[in-house]
């Protein structure tokens, strides 16, 4: 008996043999007495002769992911995608009918089987089948090689046969699972309240991004798919519920990078009373919980740099761009800093993009970008950045150009993004009035006006700090990947040709 047909055509003759001989190709149910998993937990400690002692009878099922042969007899490993258990069949054990249903099996088959539970000679935990059933057929073999390079793209695409054959994809999404558990954790116990807002909106606002956009056929009205969660959160500050947070997708209109997909992860989290200082603190301490308690360490391995969670840092953007230009240009003086022409012809000897309407304030976001932000790799928090650029933040007392937001960045990614909120309706809407003036000058990520939330911030929102924290990059963080598609089950392609 061959251990795998490969030949999809021979996968479907047994198909139809299995149908021949009676069997339901695909049944409704197995009841199985232990997961697999289970089976490891209840069994692993038990030696040989306790368990030949009291042959303890277990029904089990899995994925066939190897299967070796021995003329009446066989071994077949089973996988439920995070344990492996080892199958042995025998003929005189199993009856004629039933050995011939084994002989119908081939690799990645589903399969169930029931028997006592023993150590073969080279101590391996094993159960003795009496019987085994067919539970679905695997009608596409599965490929012998499943990784390099080339191969990237089929993985994303075929996620499902991913997850079976490369057991490490299946841990990265189970420590996002608990990256994500953690986080709720947090934050409820600290009294924030989970809640879903709307995912089609009239407006698109709470960022500056290009979004996606809908019709919706019965109200007759165009509609966005939303580009942040901050405004309706914030609503809902003024609705009286002092801490508030929502972990939702979030859709920009934008490109695909190692670091970008369309879709993506975003927890926001607003805090009433509190300034964008409360939440360095709060962010400081919930991020190195996070990366205690899903890692098992506070200096956790990312590619080739060990992150130190005991050692955060702290500059201002100004502060970032000194300290990272480049030796081999000419260092600015910090009032090149604010002024257009200066800050154009230093952006044009560091090569950052800029328009010829952008303000000193977009000039020095480019700046930093360019210069600082892919040599951030321990944990820092860069704190106070332009008013042109912070459309919803609060200005600095003494400094109207420049306001209360800082970015958390780690390992040359951006993760968070924060700031004491801008409550005053009147300088809201002026803001928004300058973003549609950009966007007359071609801006497409300047925000629009949202008439409703000049509305909601009349009624009165006290002080406030919010923050969004993206979670996949966090998770790629933690799981030491490379490329966001690593961390999202089903990453945005293009269709196949």
């Not at 996002?176 to 409820?188: A, G, H, Q, T």
């Not at 939440?279 to 130190?308: C, F, N």
């Not at 919010?466 to 998770?475: F, H, K, S, V, Y």
Request: proline share 5%.
């Amino acid at each position: 008996m061959e251990n795998q047909t490969n030949l999809p055509e021979q996968r479907h003759f047994k198909l139809s043999e299995l149908k021949r001989l009676g069997y339901d190709p695909y049944p409704r149910k197995f009841d199985y007495s232990h997961t697999l998993g289970q089976i490891r937990t209840t069994f692993d400690g038990r030696s040989a002769s306790d368990l030949e002692e009291k042959k303890e009878v277990v029904r089990v099922c899995g994925r066939i992911m190897s299967m070796r042969p021995q003329g009446k007899a066989g071994f077949v490993d089973i996988s439920d995608g995070n344990n492996r258990l080892q199958l042995y069949i025998r003929r005189d054990k199993v009856g004629p009918e039933n050995f011939e249903l084994f002989r119908l099996f081939d690799i990645g088959d589903i399969i169930g089987a029931e028997g006592p539970i023993f150590r073969t000679r080279t101590s391996e935990l094993t159960v003795a089948a009496v019987c085994v059933h067919h539970l679905a057929k695997n009608l596409l073999p599965l490929p012998e090689k499943w990784h390099g390079l080339t191969d990237i793209e089929t993985r994303l695409r075929r996620r499902y046969v991913d997850l079976i054959v490369n057991p490490d994809v299946r841990a990265v999404f189970v420590k996002r699972n608990r990256i994500i558990r953690e986080i709720r954790n947090f934050l409820d116990e600290r009294d924030y309240l989970e809640v879903e807002t709307p995912v089609l909106q009239t407006v698109a606002g709470g960022a500056l991004a290009r979004p996606f956009q809908t019709h919706h056929n019965a109200l007759d009205i165009n509609l966005y798919l939303r580009i942040a969660l901050e405004l309706y959160l914030k609503r809902l500050i003024v609705g009286g519920i002092p801490r508030v947070y929502e972990l939702s997708r979030i859709f920009r209109n934008e490109g695909i990078s190692t670091h970008h997909n369309p879709e993506f992860t975003m927890l926001e989290f607003y805090q009433a009373y509190s300034d964008y200082k409360d939440l360095m603190e709060l962010t400081q301490e919930m991020i190195t919980r996070i990366a205690e308690k899903v890692t098992g360490s506070r200096q956790v391995k990312y590619r080739d740099h060990v992150l130190d969670f005991d050692n955060w840092q702290r500059m201002t953007m100004i502060e970032a761009i000194f300290r990272f230009w480049p030796d081999s240009v000419t260092k600015p003086e910090e009032k090149d800093l604010a002024d257009v022409e200066s800050l154009r012809a230093l952006a044009k000897s560091v090569h950052a993009p800029f328009e010829l309407s952008d303000g000193p304030g977009k000039l020095c976001a480019s700046l930093f970008e360019t210069v600082a932000e892919d040599r951030l790799i321990q944990p820092t928090i860069i704190y106070d950045y332009p008013a042109e650029t912070s459309p919803l933040s609060k200005t600095k007392p003494d400094d109207p150009d420049t306001v209360e937001r800082f970015e958390l960045y780690i390992a040359g990614m951006e993760i968070a993004n924060a700031y004491s909120e801008l409550n005053d309706p009147a300088e809201q809407k002026a803001r928004f009035e300058a973003q549609l003036a950009a966007r007359d000058r071609g801006d497409e990520e300047a925000h629009a006006m949202d008439e409703d939330y000049i509305r909601a911030l009349s009624y009165g929102m006290p002080p406030t700090a919010g923050e969004g924290i993206g979670i996949d990059r966090l998770t790629m963080v933690l799981t030491d990947s490379s490329s966001i598609r690593d961390v999202i089950l089903f990453p945005l392609l293009r269709p196949e040709q």
